[in-house]
């Protein structure tokens, strides 16, 4: 298989047909389902951080006033799940934005 072109699993299986193999076979069907479970993990991830994000803008929010876009910006930049937990966890005790930023960098 070439990286980079679009392949089709028609493709695939003719391929897997030439080459005939039952262990060839087993080894291309594990590494798709590996591939196809990567995926479906990376954009659940991505889902909760982005969940994360918009909870503690929603709750900035509410405590503090509209967000400003420099609050805003740091916040969606931030992918790290444990740092939106450590902020959302300061939101209630912070006085000010910048206290419940602090753990985002």
Known sequence: MQV???ITISDMEEELQVI???ELREIYM???EQFIAKGKDKGRLEGQTLAKQQ???R???KKFSPAEVAYKHKINN???RKKLDRAIDLL???DTVDEVLQPLG
Do not use: F, H, I, M
């Open 59 to 61: 709750l900035l929010e």
């Open 55 to 57: 909870v503690l803008l």
């Open 4 to 6: 980079g072109k679009d």
């Open 92 to 94: 209630l005790d912070a």
């Open 78 to 80: 931030c992918r790290n």
């Open 20 to 22: 005939g193999a039952d």
């Open 30 to 32: 594990t590494l798709a």
